[in-house]
């Protein structure tokens, strides 16, 4: 939710809303600021105040443990599917490794993985 509502904040100030207002409208400008090419595209939206925000759901992943999880993916209200057990648990693991930052952090990541099913994570009966 943080994520969208700060995607939407962001916009609104791009736009030029004045967001201290409780309902964000654009501030009255003098004639000679008045005229910018977002300005008038958003007049003639009739977009004067900001549009309110809406959260969008798309589902969720959890890692539930022992190589298991559930997920429910769905674009707003509309689920598209439900899985839970190994194929959630991959459904997952794809999802993490996606989200990371850098191609250098999948590949740790993904290493990790696999050394802690070759090996387990007991490490003190080596």
């Known amino acids: 939710v943080a994520g969208q509502q700060g995607a939407f904040v962001a916009r609104m100030l791009n736009r030029g809303y004045d967001m201290e207002q409780s309902v964000p409208k654009l501030p009255e400008l003098s004639d000679s600021e008045a005229f910018s090419l977002l300005r008038v595209w958003l007049a003639s939206r009739g977009l004067e105040e900001a549009p309110g925000f809406d959260f969008l759901s798309l589902g969720l992943l959890a890692y539930v443990g022992q190589e298991e999880a559930l997920n429910q993916v ?7 599917f439900n899985y839970s057990g190994k194929i959630a648990f ?3 693991r794809s999802v993490y490794l996606a989200k990371q930052a850098s191609s250098r952090n999948q590949a740790l990541i993904a290493f990790d993985w696999l050394r802690t099913n070759a090996y387990g994570r007991d490490i003190t009966r080596l």
């Open 74 to 80: 769905m674009l707003g209200d509309v689920p598209i």
């Open 90 to 92: 991959a459904l997952w």
